[in-house]
């Protein structure tokens, strides 16, 4: 059964930092890209950063260009997402993703987790 598992996600003070992590079973996250999406209430799902499986390279979203780092431990089969600085507007709903045809630029992702809700309070 391919299953993607968020965790980390919590209630964090205005300009604190999160760990969310992406791990994976039933699936290899080392053959396709993997991507971190966020949902707000009211607003549609935005792509926020995504990691090649082979070269290792990075995209991120304009929104959150320095304070957010995506990495991963293949041998873990796991995703990371380094989430510092935190804004009110980072609290959202923070999905995993990947698939067969999953890009860096946030498209293509057919394998979803269900998310981990990020809370940041003032």
């Known amino acids: 059964q391919l299953q993607l598992v968020e965790s980390g996600g919590g209630l964090v003070q205005l300009g604190g930092s999160l760990r969310l992590t992406c791990a994976a079973s039933?699936?290899?996250?080392?053959?396709?890209?993997i991507g971190w999406f966020r949902q707000a209430p009211g607003k549609e799902r935005e792509f926020v950063a995504a990691i090649s499986p082979y070269t290792g390279a990075t995209n991120y979203a304009d929104s959150v260009g320095g304070r957010i780092t995506i990495s991963r431990d293949n041998a873990k089969n796991t995703v990371f997402l380094q989430m510092n600085s935190l804004k009110r507007e980072d609290a959202a709903v923070y999905y995993c993703a990947t698939g067969p045809s999953a890009r860096l630029g946030g498209s293509g992702y057919s394998i979803w987790g269900r998310g981990t809700q990020v809370t940041v309070s003032s």
């Open positions: 039933g699936l290899s996250l080392d053959k396709h890209a």
